[in-house]
């Protein structure tokens, strides 16, 4: 008897260890299997959010081809753009040419995508510098106040008084024609509607409490910009690109069409429309496919802007 109660403590112990041991698995496994069927909710709740809007799922398929085009168009469209045969000039869509040929007889469905990167990467220059200027102009006037937001915004507002269209022309005339030099005029034309959203939303977020904090505690005024006040204002402006994005491409079109854009034999969007114009009576493709591409597009981009605004505010 004595040797068993003398055993007894030991067994105890053992046991007490066992289960120290053994306590951070079963915690762990416990919160897995919490998080489990928290995790399948949540995706089956996104799966259905997708469902019940079919047209902003096909926007982004859309959209994705567009990207594929713009980045690896051979994946497409494997031909050559500038190749043609004179023999199967102006031939209606079919199986062979999927939009058809157009007067030197190439094919107009491969250059409609190898044309994607020349209209899209104009319009991603035309934001790009949309973006940049006009948040440091509404992050300065925002954040500063005073006589620099006065400044700033009756230039904003002299901007905006003057048609974009007509404003990226008389910039066009300056600098010259080019993919380029329209990418940078339409650019210019849309910095007024970002610098007065981001001014906007820079003076809501400048008097909240996380942004006196940062600055009690030290840090200087740049600090306080880069850290706290611009991540907590880009929300609206980063719509207002995925919007800006579809007008550029629009813009970037219709100077391409009025001929300030890339020259012949180049394939880009508009002008590719522009030299469908002359055959339009006995060869609707020409300009019809290619206008229809650069309206898909516009509307997807303006779909998924939506989409993105909705989510934004559903989480404010």
Do not use: C
Request: aromatic letters at 6%; hydrophobic letters at 55%; a positive charge.
């Amino acid at each position: 008897m004595s040797e068993t109660a003398a055993l007894a403590p030991p067994r105890a112990q053992t046991s007490s260890d066992t289960f120290a041991a053994t306590s951070a698995d079963r915690f762990g496994d416990a919160v897995a299997e919490r998080r489990g069927p928290e995790r399948r909710d949540a995706a089956r709740d996104r799966v259905r959010w997708f469902a019940s809007r079919p047209v902003l799922v096909v926007s982004i398929v859309w959209l994705a081809v567009v990207i594929v085009a713009t980045l690896a168009p051979w994946l497409l469209a494997p031909g050559d753009p500038l190749a043609g045969v004179p023999a199967d000039k102006l031939q209606g869509p079919s199986a062979a040419h999927w939009f058809g040929t157009d007067q030197l007889g190439r094919d107009l469905y491969t250059r409609v995508v190898h044309g994607t990167a020349l209209t899209v990467q104009a319009a991603a220059i035309a934001v790009g510098v949309g973006l940049v200027v006009g948040s440091a102009l509404g992050l300065l006037a925002g954040f500063v106040g005073s006589w620099v937001d006065d400044l700033i915004m009756r230039v904003v507002d002299v901007l905006l008084s003057i048609p974009s269209l007509l404003l990226a022309l008389a910039i066009i005339t300056a600098l010259g024609f080019g993919t380029v030099n329209v990418a940078i005029a339409v650019g210019i034309s849309s910095v007024a509607a970002v610098a007065r959203i981001l001014r906007s939303e820079v003076l809501r977020v400048r008097n909240s409490v996380y942004v006196e904090a940062a600055r009690a505690s030290g840090n200087g005024w740049g600090r306080t910009l880069v850290r706290h006040v611009l991540p907590n204002s880009a929300g609206p402006v980063i719509v207002l690109a995925a919007l800006e994005f579809a007008t550029a491409i629009l813009a970037v079109s219709s100077l391409s069409f009025l001929g300030y854009g890339a020259q012949p034999p180049a394939p880009e969007w508009g002008s590719l429309v522009a030299a469908g114009r002359d055959f339009l009576r006995n060869a609707w493709w020409l300009t019809t496919l290619p206008g229809a591409t650069i309206a898909l597009t516009v509307l997807a981009a303006n779909r998924l802007s939506r989409a993105l605004d909705a989510e934004g505010r559903s989480h404010r």
